[in-house]
């Protein structure tokens, strides 16, 4: 049972464009959304994270809209440059210590 | 050092064969995790340690997968009798006091691939 699903699973956006990726959970118990970023060969690295008593968070070009009565959540990569090529998880966290990820969205991002 | 460490990077197994991972967790941590990440999947959960006291083990897919954390520092995850579908990237992450599994800095992994 996929609990948290991510789409779309690959991503082509052209440098300086705005990269869109989309979860959505069904668990109401989860309370803590992260994203990760994960390059090949690397583990993955927190990027952004967000509770769900705010509805938007935004750190320099990333930012993280959260809906809680439709259970989803996108991270926005805004002026998407090439080294921002790489997959990206969403997560989420029923207040224990264990993170559910999505099956991730490969980004790729040319010039 | 100052992030988590795996060793060893890569691990070939005959099917079988019993394997130990190491992970190194980041110091003064308290917190540490074991994910395994199938090729193209998102990582999933497998264990979780607080100091030396394993508090949550529902990911381990069988009773073949063990995992220790005697001193509340390094960490093995044993598999006995390896199968073809063990192969796969096995994360370790860790993470402060009082936070929990939310802010996880991972290590770069063991790819284990079992022939």
């Known amino acids: 049972q996929q609990q948290v699903k991510q789409s779309p699973q690959s991503l082509i956006v052209q440098k300086g464009g705005i990269s869109i990726i989309n979860c959505a959970y069904e668990n109401t118990a989860f309370d803590y959304f992260p994203w990760y970023q994960q390059f090949p060969g690397k583990g993955p690295a927190l990027l952004i994270a967000i509770r769900p008593d705010v509805s938007e968070k935004k750190e320099g070009r990333f930012t993280i809209s959260f809906n809680k009565s439709a259970k989803q959540f996108s991270l926005h990569i805004m002026d998407s440059q090439p080294g921002d090529s790489a997959t990206y998880f969403c997560a989420a966290s029923p207040n224990t210590d264990k993170l559910i990820f999505g099956t991730g969205t490969r980004l790729q991002v040319f010039p | 050092g100052a992030g988590v460490s795996q060793s060893p990077r890569y691990k070939v197994a005959k099917r079988g064969q019993d394997v130990a991972l190491r992970c190194d967790p980041i110091?003064?941590?308290?917190?540490l995790f074991w994910y395994q990440q199938a090729l193209g999947q998102g990582p999933e959960f497998l264990t979780y340690f607080q100091n030396e006291a394993q508090l949550d083990k529902s990911g381990l897919p069988s009773d073949r997968f063990f995992a220790e954390r005697p001193e509340g520092s390094v960490s093995t995850l044993k598999i006995q009798r390896t199968q073809q579908e063990d192969s796969a990237v096995y994360l370790c992450?860790?993470?402060?006091?009082?936070?929990?599994?939310?802010?996880?800095?991972f290590g770069q992994g063991t790819r284990l691939t079992v022939v």
């Open positions: 992450a860790s993470s402060p006091p009082g936070q929990g599994g939310f802010e996880a800095f």
């Open positions: 110091s003064g941590h308290v917190s």
